[in-house]
C-alpha cells in the first residue's frame, strides 16, 4: 500500500510541476479563501450562540430578581457585542430597574443609534427622563413617539409601555 501511495504523491507533484505558478497561486488563493469564510461563519454561528446564551441569562437573572448580577451580566454582553441593540436595551432596563437614570439614559441613546427605527426606547426614555426630572428631553422622546404613531408603525408593545408611563406618572 505504501508503494501505492508514492506512486499517486509522485503523479500528484508531476501534475502540479505542469501547471503554470498563475494557476497554482490563483488555486491556492481560492483554497485559503474557502477556508477564511468557512472559518469566519464558525465564529459568527459562535457568537450567535454566545449571545443569545447571555441574553437568556439575562433573562433568567431578571426573573429572579437577580439585579446586581444581571446588570453585571449585561454590561459584559455590551463589551461583547458592542453593536447588539437587544444587548443595551436590557442593561437600559436593568439601569433603569435600579434607579440608575444616568446609566440607563446611555444605554437607551445606544440602543436608538444601533436601530433607529425601534420605537420602544423612545418611551423607555420619557420614563427615565421624567424620573430625572427632565422634562424638556421627555417632551422630545414624545415627538418621536407621536410620529411613530402617526406614521402608521405602532406595536402592540408600543401601546403597551405608553400605557404604563401613563399609569406611572
Not at 14 to 27: E, H, K
Not at 30 to 50: R, S
Not at 107 to 126: D, F, G, M
Request: charged residues 25%.
Amino acid at each position: 500500500t505504501g508503494h501505492g501511495t508514492s506512486k499517486s504523491t509522485s503523479g500528484f507533484v508531476s501534475i502540479y510541476r505542469r501547471t503554470p505558478r498563475t494557476v497554482r497561486t490563483g488555486l491556492l488563493l481560492l483554497l485559503l479563501g474557502i477556508v477564511l469564510l468557512n472559518y469566519i461563519q464558525l465564529e459568527k454561528q459562535w457568537c450567535n450562540e454566545a449571545l443569545e446564551k447571555g441574553l437568556a441569562s439575562l433573562q433568567e437573572l431578571e426573573g429572579k430578581q437577580e439585579w446586581t448580577t444581571a446588570t453585571k451580566t449585561a454590561e459584559e454582553l455590551a463589551k461583547q457585542f458592542p453593536d447588539e441593540e437587544r444587548v443595551h436595551m436590557a442593561l437600559g432596563q436593568l439601569y433603569a430597574q435600579q434607579n440608575r437614570n444616568d446609566r440607563a439614559i446611555v444605554a437607551y441613546k445606544r440602543t436608538h443609534e444601533l436601530n433607529p427605527a425601534q420605537p420602544l426606547v423612545h418611551i423607555k426614555l420619557i420614563r427615565v427622563y421624567l424620573r430625572s426630572g427632565l422634562a424638556k428631553e421627555a417632551s422630545d422622546e414624545l415627538q418621536h413617539v407621536e410620529k411613530t404613531i402617526r406614521e402608521g408603525k405602532p406595536t402592540k408593545e408600543l401601546f403597551i409601555e405608553a400605557a404604563n408611563l401613563f399609569m406611572e406618572f
